[in-house]
């Protein structure tokens, strides 16, 4: 399924009503490294991607190979479906965006969606804030994590939050409590095992906390290859400057 702006390309999962996750760059880029290591860990299968005209232009490469930046991936076995993303998604194109992925959740018959992002709170606990489209949703996740009462979701998540509660499709919000908008790859490490908490995906977290401050300078230079590409990007008409600064 696609628009003039954003196309969904992948095979439709062997999954029946599989959990969706997606995991963009946001705050602490918690989205973007708690979701690319659980493909990595659980050698989820590659099913196709996310692409539009309004990407930054770069190709990212895995050990020699080329990918989209924004890719899907599938575990049969859990009937989990990932999407995840090495690219930030600027506000301009959200709505766009969130509506293709939505649309696609709908068309596979997925059970639920959720959301990983990242939240600056000033302290040293490392929490995980939820937050749900439904009470009833809310309440199964009261007791595992702290609800995040007030306050709003910006970004993608929030775009894609907003799209699931208009079409009644039912979706949470995982937020890791970060401290500034460095990647935090030990907040990603917490996220997850809040992941296997609820969804009993048994993904050890250890090497990502061990690997941390190599996480570290990897994501800050990919974001700084993202800026750059960016800052030549022909904007989008009638926006103003460049889509990705």
């Avoid at 302290?123 to 309440?139: E, I, M, P, S, Y």
Wanted: charged share 20%; hydrophobic share 40%.
């Amino acid at each position: 399924m696609s628009d003039d702006n954003v196309q969904v390309i992948s095979r439709k999962p062997s999954s029946d009503n599989p959990v969706v996750i997606e995991g963009f760059p946001g705050i602490g880029l918690v989205g973007n490294i708690a979701s690319q290591y659980i493909v990595n860990e659980l050698s989820m299968e590659y099913l196709g991607a996310v692409n539009s005209r309004y990407f930054p232009p770069l190709t990212v490469l895995q050990e020699g190979v080329a990918h989209l930046p924004v890719r899907i991936y599938e575990k049969t076995e859990l009937g989990m479906v990932v999407i995840t993303s090495d690219i930030p998604i600027h506000p301009a194109v959200s709505y766009d965006v969130a509506r293709e992925i939505v649309s696609w959740t709908e068309s596979i018959n997925a059970r639920e969606m959720v959301c990983l992002a990242g939240i600056s709170i000033m302290g040293d606990q490392r929490r995980v804030f939820g937050a749900a489209t439904t009470k009833d949703l809310l309440d199964r996740l009261r007791d595992q994590l702290e609800v995040f009462e007030l306050g709003t979701i910006s970004g993608i998540s929030g775009s894609v939050m907003n799209e699931c509660l208009m079409r009644n499709v039912s979706a949470i919000c995982l937020l890791g409590e970060t401290h500034s908008m460095a990647p935090d790859p030990r907040t990603a490490a917490v996220t997850v095992n809040m992941l296997n908490k609820l969804y009993n995906l048994e993904v050890d977290a250890t090497k990502l906390e061990e690997r941390a401050g190599e996480l570290e300078l990897q994501m800050q230079k990919l974001a700084e290859e993202v800026r750059t590409t960016s800052a030549e990007e022909v904007p989008k008409p009638g926006l103003p400057g460049p889509m990705y600064g």
